[in-house]
């Protein structure tokens, strides 16, 4: 039997009916391919990652803390030499040099060392004006170790008011003081984020450390002055030279961890309100046909980074089930003159 009844409606012959079936399956799962690859199908396995901040109150990202050492000294001392010696007093207050107290009823409790930060956004009228005020803030407060850490502007011009940025550190105790006056000096404010870290467990860790590493150091010492043979005494003294590396950075990281409960940091980004801005009535065709020029290179960079694309991406795809149609329409014609042909000669 030549012929196959499919669902008992339609006769196909053998030969044709596989042709199909081998064509269909490699198209299925062509088809299957393009659909996971460029639409994105998710795929099994994937994962989605959440990051929380401890005492998250808005939501973007606190700034990155600086790495241990270098950065330290740069921020904390760079701005005043004296500084260190004014932060010593907040620094007591905020953490015990044991890192522990001692209860009444014998328990021993540990003061909580948090560091907080916040970013602030604020439209106002006149960024620069603004910017004075904060200056002032920070005068006030600079007898109790407030600085500012830098400031910048960019986009000034003509009949133009310029955006700027500003990093201050305040006295924690001023913290949110501080932020709510910065806040009432904007007619608008975009962004308001407070975070504040929890680092008391890595604060008493690393007093632990150090405590170790100076015994450490005073054991070597005494090897040192021991030692009989030069080998032992230089390696003694590469491990004494190591370790004495290491403290330094241990007691960078102790200290930035100190100053940075004691000072909280706040970045403020200074916008200009949009209706106080002066409208710009000059004309300027220069910048017009700079920025059409601009427009058009970027829209024959589109074109070009089009075409390269779809050659290669999807050209080839194109032409497989171009071809793969193309076979199936010629063997339904050539069925159908095959049976149009049969039928006139059984008709004559």
Known sequence: MSEINLFNRWTVKKKTFWLAIGLGIPTLCVLTFLVITFIGFPMAGSSVNYDEGAYDMAYSSPAEEPMMGAAVEGEFFGADASFGDKAETPIAAQMPSS???????????????????????????????????????????????????????????????????MVIRVPVAQFSSVMDQIA????????????????????????????AMEISIERLQELMRDADFTEDLLNAEEQLSRREAELEAYKGRLNYLAQSAALSLININLTPYELSEPIDTSWKPAETFRRAVEDLLMSMQDFADFMIYFGIGFLPWLVFFGLIIWGVVALVRRRRRKKASKSAAESE
């Open 184 to 211: 009432e000096m904007g007619v608008r404010v975009d962004e308001r984020y407070e975070n504040a870290q929890d680092v008391t467990d890595e604060y008493v860790d690393l007093e632990g450390r150090i405590e």
């Open 99 to 165: 890192g522990t107290t001692a209860s009444t009823n014998g328990a021993v409790v540990v003061e909580r060392l948090i560091i907080r930060e916040g970013n602030i956004t604020i439209a106002v009228n006149s960024t620069v004006d603004t910017r004075e005020k904060i200056n002032d803030i920070v005068a006030e407060l600079a007898g109790k170790g407030a600085y500012v850490v830098n400031a910048s502007e960019s986009g000034r011009g003509e009949n133009r008011q310029p955006y700027i940025n």
